[in-house]
């Protein structure tokens, strides 16, 4: 049985940050990035942190997410490693992302020591400011990406942090030798996981999957097909945001910021006379789309592209409902694995056999 350790410093919230002041008291890392609140009941924000007493102030576990631990971990890490061990907490879909940023060559992995935990979910943007807690309360509040999500609990990382099935604090699960000796260096006596935790995720597992097949199946009666397409992307005002807050949108160089969509009068009036209508300034399916083929083979299911738009489009359940496909089409799931290459980095001989001609 799997072991860890208890931690006993107040709410979920609080024996977290106490472990994670902890680690830098004892100068096992050099620094923290977690969730912190910039101002009270306005969400949690990434920060890196050096002092203890800012650490312990941390919400791990606040039902917010603003953007992509994934993302900070890139621009942290992507030209050069870092020098000293700094601890990183992210939930499972940013350690997935983490883990496609790596073999993308967007992350570097060196003295990076992360921690994850089991994830309940986060609230949409609106409906926690609207009530900010620190601990999710209304599962049935929670975001859509969060509510399908099947991968809630971390696959890759040193340690797992948990409050289900805990009657008091946290627990503390070792996932590498790393990861334990962290543990053992402070004091921390490791025991059984409680049983009742692989209750709890199984439940979890079991209520998600269903909304999951649900969502997906509506989705699929409402939007198939060009004309559903148009009616899903209809109210799209072609921001961008999505991509902007995607961790896996990454290119430095990217097409749809590039001058080959700045157009001259008569590349319109060519338009016009080829189409007989033009969106202005451009079409945002030809975007959304390019979106699709690009980044579908890559999702973690995050769900930040819809907390990004700013006219309400589920823009990450389509993302979900074609990466699903395109990612069990090549028997590939992002995030699983540093040892799966991506779709789009890899060639087989013998992928897609059934599509053959």
Avoid at 92 to 113: A, F, H, M, S, W
Wanted: charged share 30%.
């Amino acid at each position: 049985m799997a072991k860890g350790a208890w931690i006993k410093k107040g709410d979920p919230n609080q024996s977290a940050g106490w472990f994670l002041a902890e680690l830098r008291r004892k100068d096992l890392v050099k620094g923290v990035m977690a969730q912190k609140e910039m101002y009270p009941g306005q969400g949690a924000w990434h920060y890196l942190l050096k002092e203890p007493e800012d650490i312990e102030n941390t919400k791990v576990f606040i039902p917010f997410m603003g953007s992509s631990g994934a993302t900070a971990i890139s621009k942290l890490t992507k030209d050069k490693p870092l020098k000293d061990p700094v601890a990183v907490v992210l939930r499972p879909c940013e350690v997935r992302g983490v883990v496609e940023l790596t073999k993308y060559k967007q992350i570097q992995l060196d003295n990076l020591v992360i921690i994850s935990f089991d994830c309940v979910g986060a609230y949409p943007r609106r409906v926690y400011l609207n009530n900010p807690v620190d601990l999710p309360e209304d599962e049935d509040k929670l975001r859509g990406s969060c509510r399908r999500c099947k991968r809630f609990t971390p696959h890759f990382g040193d340690i797992t942090l948990t409050y289900l099935g805990v009657s008091e604090g946290i627990f503390a699960i070792p996932m590498t030798e790393k990861g334990e000796e962290l543990l053992n260096a402070l004091g921390l006596e490791l025991e059984d996981v409680p049983e009742e935790r692989e209750k709890k995720l199984a439940e979890m597992e079991e209520k998600r999957l269903a909304a999951r097949e649900k969502e997906f199946k509506e989705f699929a009666e409402e939007y198939g097909g060009m004309e559903g397409q148009l009616k899903f992307f209809g109210k799209c005002i072609n921001c961008k945001n999505c991509m902007e807050n995607c961790p896996i949108c990454f290119c430095k160089e990217c097409f749809f910021k590039s001058p080959s969509l700045t157009w001259d009068s008569e590349v319109y009036m060519d338009m016009l006379e080829n189409k007989g209508a033009v969106r202005m300034p451009e079409d945002p399916i030809f975007f959304q789309w390019g979106r699709l083929a690009h980044i579908t083979p890559s999702c973690i299911g995050c769900g930040l592209c819809t907390e990004a738009c700013p006219v309400d489009i589920k823009v990450g359940l389509i993302f979900a409902y074609v990466a699903e496909n395109v990612q069990g089409a090549f028997d590939y799931e992002a995030g699983r694995s540093l040892d799966e290459a991506p779709i789009l980095m890899e060639f087989r001989e013998n992928e897609l056999e059934d599509l053959a001609l």
